[in-house]
């Protein structure tokens, strides 16, 4: 199924509500879903950086202001 949405003729509400719509479908069946064998790890390895302060946080502002730069 091929489906066109034209997200330039859409108001900012009416693209969120897509979003919030397609997201509720996705984690509908959430329990049917499996996540690759990877992520368990990397979630650990995040976990073991925080708790070693070795992973730092940054204002998700600064960060989209820096990668437009």
């Keep these: 199924m091929s489906t066109t949405i034209q997200l330039s003729k859409m108001s900012r509400a009416q693209k969120l509500k897509v979003m919030e719509e397609i997201w509720a ?24 950086g925080i708790k070693a302060g070795k992973v730092k946080f940054a204002d998700w502002e600064r960060v989209k202001r820096n990668l437009r730069q």
């Design 25 to 48: 479908d996705l984690t509908h069946e959430e329990a049917k879903f499996k996540s690759p064998s990877w992520h368990a790890a990397a979630l650990l390895d995040t976990e073991a």
